[in-house]
């Protein structure tokens, strides 16, 4: 999400000038020109940021020498200008700070935690690897956290013991500060553990009775309905950026395996939310909407979205609580016996992986199951002949 963020600042400056700035650079040449020429122009410095990080992170995953030698080029251009507005001062150092991002991440997936830990057992002192520790360190654990909770806390064990024995070698201030941040990414991960450790108590515990006040984008559905058939839960909201991510899975899913006895139920509730039918969008409304109205709504959005899957209303707090939902987008996984067998949280492509695997083993499962089935009234039928 960082990374993220600093993208906003460096591209959502101010969009007039940004297209001034490309308007400029197809008529002198290139934005290093232009900002050699004039360092305070934060358009063409912001064109020229929005150019190369995005070179940078599209060669991160296949060619990181690639990416490392953009920003590194980068970085000679930024530090070479010396510009004497503040917008345009705040707009560098921004753009510096992007730049360095990005290329620890480079630095962190090309070594290990062991390696690291080697370094700092040398040198507790040393201010960037520690960074680059506690960097590697969140980015090994909390995936870790959702998937094997179990591994994760004695990693996490391992590491808060590692931490301790460091900071009481340190004897400078600014060491001890870095390595204090190591309390927030513990704290971070324990919490990631526990959750998924409620989740896991979750998994082999038969599916919550439906408690729905309402059904959108389909014929309502029962319990009974729901029986022999594998189903996917989906905690969401319309206001949920993270949720709206998981959509193009969520049609693929439904596209794929709903022929073969997946249901995808899309549980949600009212949040005052109404139909801009000028800007095409669900918006938040500062007048009450009534049920109706917001249902309505929810049927135009599913349709934007080119969502089949049903959306459910709930009634109440009592799936959110069985399922123990505290963050959204929040999946659960139950089979045709009505199971529950996987709890997802989030829009990250692991979380998408695992499920869509599970999915995969659920329904061939379940035919493997009636292809037996079948085979017993004939090996019956054979043995009274």
């Not at 969401?236 to 998981?246: E, L, N, Y």
Request: aromatic share 8%; with cysteine; glycine share 6%.
């Amino acid at each position: 999400m960082k990374s993220w963020f600093l993208m906003v600042g460096l591209v959502t400056l101010c969009w007039g000038p940004l297209l001034a700035a490309e308007e400029a650079v197809s008529e002198t040449g290139g934005p290093v020109s232009l900002l050699q020429q004039n360092p305070d122009d934060v358009a063409a410095l912001n064109a020229y940021m929005l150019e190369n990080l995005r070179k940078a992170t599209g060669q991160m995953a296949t060619a990181p020498e690639e990416a490392e030698a953009v920003l590194n080029e980068m970085l000679e251009v930024l530090n070479a200008l010396e510009p004497t507005t503040v917008d345009a001062q705040q707009m560098r150092q921004r753009a510096v700070n992007a730049v360095e991002f990005y290329q620890r991440q480079i630095r962190v997936a090309r070594t290990t935690l062991e390696e690291l830990e080697a370094s700092l057992t040398e040198d507790p002192e040393d201010v960037p690897t520690i960074q680059l520790y506690l960097l590697k360190l969140t980015q090994e654990l909390v995936p870790l956290a959702s998937s094997q909770p179990r591994v994760a806390r004695e990693r996490l064990t391992e590491a808060e013991a590692f931490v301790e024995s460091r900071q009481e070698a340190v004897d400078g201030d600014l060491a001890r500060d870095a390595w204090g941040g190591a309390n927030q990414i513990f704290g971070r991960v324990r919490s990631a553990v526990e959750r998924s450790e409620r989740f896991d108590a979750l998994v082999g515990e038969s599916a919550a009775p439906l408690a729905v006040e309402a059904w959108v984008n389909g014929e309502p559905l029962t319990d009974e309905d729901l029986q022999g058939s594998v189903v996917l839960l989906d905690f969401w909201a319309v206001w949920c950026g993270p949720c709206i991510a998981t959509f193009p899975k969520l049609r693929q899913w439904h596209q794929d395996y709903a022929d073969q006895g997946l249901i995808i139920i899309g549980l949600t509730r009212y949040y005052n939310f109404r139909w801009d039918e000028e800007a095409g969008r669900a918006v938040r409304s500062s007048d009450p909407v009534g049920p109706e109205d917001e249902r309505q709504m929810l049927e135009k959005f599913a349709a934007s979205y080119e969502l089949e899957h049903r959306f459910a209303l709930q009634e109440g707090d009592d799936l959110s609580a069985f399922y123990a939902v505290s963050g959204i987008p929040h999946m659960v996984l139950v089979d045709r016996t009505g199971v529950v067998r996987m709890v997802r949280v989030g829009s990250g492509e692991q979380a998408a992986r695992d499920l869509e695997e599970k999915i995969q083993v659920l329904i061939a499962e379940d035919g493997a199951v009636e292809a037996a089935e079948e085979a017993e009234p004939a090996a019956e039928v054979a043995n009274t002949d």
